[in-house]
T-cell receptor
Framework: SAVISQKPSRDICQRGTSLTIQCQVDSQVTMMFWYRQQPGQSLTLIATANQGSEATYESGFVIDKFPISRPNLTFSTLTVSNMSPEDSSIYLC????????????FGQGTRLTVV | QQPVQSPQAVILREGEDAVINCSSSKALYSVHWYRQKHGEAPVFLMILLKGGEQKGHEKISASFNEKKQQSSLYLTASQLSYSGTYFCGSNQGGKLIFGQGTELSVKP
C-alpha cells in the first residue's frame, strides 16, 4: 500500500495567479497521475507524470496551463497557472505501486477556489 | 473514452441490494471500482482482470464480461456505510479513466 500526502488541502486564490500543489508518496512509484474533479462530477485525468521524462497530457490540458514536475520517484507537483474562476475545482494526485492492474491510491485532494 | 455507468443514482433502504453497471466502447483489460464519500478521496474496492481474477478486500462482489466489455458491482445487504459515489475505472494504456459515477444513498 501507499500513503500520499497532498498539500495544500484547500486554497482561495486571486485570478491571474498560480498555485503549486505538492504530492509526496511514502514509497517509490513509477507513475503518478493528476486528476481534476468538479463538484458532483467524475475524476478527469489531467496528465501522467513519469520520473525523468516530461508529463503526458490528456486532450484539453496543456503544459503551459498545468506544468508538472516529477523530480524523483516519491514526489510530484502540479501548478495551475494564470488561474481563472473556471479553474475552481478539486485536484487529486494518484499513484499505483505495482502497475495499472493494481490498486490506485489517492491524495486527499486540493480544493481550489479562484476569485 | 470514458466508461458509462448506470444507474446515475440509486436510493436504498438498509439491507437492500444494488447493482451498478459499467460499460465501455473500448476493450477493457481490467476494471477498477472505487467509492468516494463526500469531501474525501476515492477508496479502492476491487479490481477485475481479464481471465476472471479479482483483487479486492471488501465484502463486495463484481463481475467482468470481457466480450461485452461490461462490469457490474454487486452490493448486497447494504449498510449505511455503503453510501457514497461509486466509480468504475478502465485501464487504458496504463492510465485509469473513470466513469461518470453512481451516487448511492442508503437510508435507515
Amino acid at each position: 500500500s501507499a500513503v500520499i500526502s497532498q498539500k495544500p488541502s484547500r486554497d482561495i486564490c486571486q485570478r491571474g495567479t498560480s498555485l503549486t500543489i505538492q504530492c509526496q508518496v511514502d514509497s517509490q512509484v513509477t507513475m503518478m497521475f493528476w486528476y481534476r474533479q468538479q463538484p458532483g462530477q467524475s475524476l478527469t485525468l489531467i496528465a501522467t507524470a513519469n520520473q525523468g521524462s516530461e508529463a503526458t497530457y490528456e486532450s484539453g490540458f496543456v503544459i503551459d496551463k498545468f506544468p508538472i514536475s516529477r523530480p524523483n520517484l516519491t514526489f510530484s507537483t502540479l501548478t495551475v497557472s494564470n488561474m481563472s474562476p473556471e479553474d475552481s475545482s478539486i485536484y487529486l494526485c494518484s499513484a499505483d505501486t505495482g502497475g495499472p492492474n493494481t490498486e490506485a491510491f489517492f491524495g486527499q485532494g486540493t480544493r481550489l477556489t479562484v476569485v | 473514452q470514458q466508461p458509462v455507468q448506470s444507474p446515475q443514482a440509486v436510493i436504498l433502504r438498509e439491507g437492500e441490494d444494488a447493482v451498478i453497471n459499467c460499460s465501455s466502447s473500448k476493450a477493457l483489460y481490467s476494471v477498477h471500482w472505487y467509492r468516494q464519500k463526500h469531501g474525501e478521496a476515492p477508496v479502492f474496492l476491487m479490481i477485475l482482470l481479464k481471465g476472471g481474477e479479482q483483487k479486492g478486500h471488501e465484502k463486495i462482489s463484481a463481475s467482468f464480461n470481457e466480450k461485452k466489455q461490461q462490469s457490474s458491482l454487486y452490493l448486497t445487504a447494504s449498510q449505511l456505510s455503503y453510501s457514497g459515489t461509486y466509480f468504475c475505472g478502465s485501464n487504458q494504456g496504463g492510465k485509469l479513466i473513470f466513469g461518470q459515477g453512481t451516487e448511492l444513498s442508503v437510508k435507515p
